[in-house]
């Protein structure tokens, strides 16, 4: 699934900002647990978007709330696309480990 992040472009004080208007992500509940745990994350949690930086602190945007710098919010995007790799790689993993795992197949043990 892809990250997408809906924006409007703010001059604030004759600084260019933007205000998330929506996020259309995985939450925190769709995604593996090595993934949530690490750096570099994105995801949404409620009304919110989570960032999660290598060595940074965890931030949190909330959707039509606050403005973000434009540098600022060009760097979220960055973190976007090193998370979404860093997803891909752990999705790959997962369905290496658990190939013979087929998920929603029943299955009947008489034992």
């Known amino acids: 699934m892809a990250i997408v992040l809906k924006i409007k472009k703010v001059l604030d004080r004759g600084e260019p900002h933007v205000k998330l208007l929506d996020i259309d992500l995985l939450s925190e509940i769709d995604l593996p647990k090595e993934y949530i745990n690490g750096k570099p994350a994105v995801y949404k949690s409620g009304s919110n978007l989570v960032v999660r930086e290598l060595n940074k602190c965890t931030q949190f945007y909330t959707i039509r709330d606050e403005l973000i710098p434009w540098q600022r919010f060009q760097e979220?995007?960055?973190v976007c696309?090193?998370?979404g790799?860093?997803?891909h790689e752990i999705n790959e993993k997962?369905?290496?480990?658990?190939?013979e795992f087929i998920e929603g197949k029943e299955e009947v043990y008489i034992i």
């Open 94 to 99: 997962i369905r290496k480990e658990y190939k």
């Open 81 to 83: 696309k090193q998370a």
């Open 76 to 78: 979220i995007v960055e």
């Open 85 to 87: 790799d860093r997803l």
